[in-house]
């Protein structure tokens, strides 16, 4: 796993704070495909496959505030 990986959610997740949406779905995107790479387990992950559908939804309803806690928080807790 890249090191910088705790690093990008949580800036990810600050700029979803921030109302910098559209940067924040780029590093989002960049996130998910570390994670994909290098920590394939977690995509196996039931925990994972709960929270991913709800991290959608909270983009498509543009609830940034939730979609940060779901980065920083749930998803941060499974790496």
Known sequence: MPL?????????AHLFR????A????E???????????CPEIIQ????RQILPLML??????DWLNLADYLEYELMALI
Not at 18 to 21: A, T
Not at 45 to 48: A, E, H, K, R
């Open 4 to 12: 910088n990986l705790q690093d990008s959610l949580s800036q990810t």
């Open 18 to 21: 921030l109302g910098q949406e």
């Open 23 to 26: 940067q924040a779905s780029v």
């Open 28 to 38: 989002l995107r960049l996130c998910l495909d570390l994670i994909e790479k290098h």
């Open 45 to 48: 992950n039931s925990t994972f």
């Open 57 to 62: 939804q909270a983009q498509e309803q543009h």
